[in-house]
């Protein structure tokens, strides 16, 4: 399996344009995780969905963010518009089972740059 | 969620055994202790997992004492490939998401 897959690994946007993060599971996960990590807050999950369906968005900041996964393989972070606070490096991971002893796989990131 | 309390930094130098304790007072009896290593520019890797005593694979060691309420991440002879941030965190079958603390910045200096 190749992992999680991540695309763009490198995003530089201007502040107000909207910007769209993809992600691509491991196969056969039922559980994809958006996290984001700067230096200040260190690693913040955003929201998690099980079988394609958001369960917690509590970590959302704001309503400039959103998540969708519109099937098992495939899921996006999209923020709009985008701020110069946004920039951070934004991590996908997935998970086998329903809970946290069964171990995540993370992919390799996309570094958003807002300016 | 169980709260974790580790080391924020901590150096060594090749060749030596590393060992990174992580406080968990409240964890759960279902509660598992798992590590994880991030390199820079790279997502966090699942390294070990634990429930009690002893725990080893080919990355390294864990120790888990027999009240649970700490654990030792060992890393037997480092090298500088070994320089990461290593995340302690705590969850079992009732747990649904991993909440990440700072983690312990390992430095290993030739």
């Known amino acids: 399996d190749a992992g999680v897959i991540q695309s763009p690994r490198h995003e530089v946007t201007e502040m107000g344009q909207e910007v769209t993060l993809r992600c691509k599971p491991i196969?056969?996960?039922?559980?994809l995780f958006w996290y984001r990590q700067t230096m200040m807050r260190g690693l913040e999950l955003l929201i998690y969905?099980?079988?394609?369906?958001?369960?917690?968005d509590s970590g959302m900041p704001e309503d400039r963010f959103s998540a969708k996964m519109p099937n098992a393989s495939f899921s996006t972070l999209k923020i709009q518009p985008s701020e110069p606070r946004d920039s951070a490096v934004y991590f996908c991971?997935?998970?086998?089972?329903?809970?946290?002893?069964?171990?995540?796989?993370f992919g390799s990131g996309t570094r958003l740059t807002v300016v | 969620l169980a709260k974790t309390t580790q080391p924020i930094s901590m150096d060594s130098y090749e060749g030596q055994e590393v060992n990174i304790t992580c406080s968990h007072n409240?964890?759960?009896?279902?509660?598992?202790i798992t590590w994880y290593q991030q390199f820079p520019s790279q997502g966090p890797r699942f390294i070990i997992q634990?429930?009690?005593t002893k725990v080893t694979n080919e990355v390294a060691s864990l120790f888990i004492p027999a009240d649970r309420k700490s654990s030792t991440l060992s890393l037997p002879r480092v090298s500088l490939s070994d320089t990461a941030v290593y995340y302690c965190?705590?969850?079992?079958?009732?747990?649904?998401?991993?909440?990440f603390g700072t983690g312990t910045r390992l430095q290993v200096f030739p």
């Open positions: 991971a997935s998970r086998a089972g329903p809970y946290v002893d069964y171990g995540y796989t």
């Open positions: 196969s056969g996960h039922d559980y």
């Open positions: 969905f099980n079988n394609n369906v958001p369960i917690d």
């Open positions: 409240n964890i759960a009896t279902n509660d598992y």
């Open positions: 634990g429930y009690k």
């Open positions: 965190l705590v969850g079992g079958y009732n747990t649904d998401k991993l909440i």
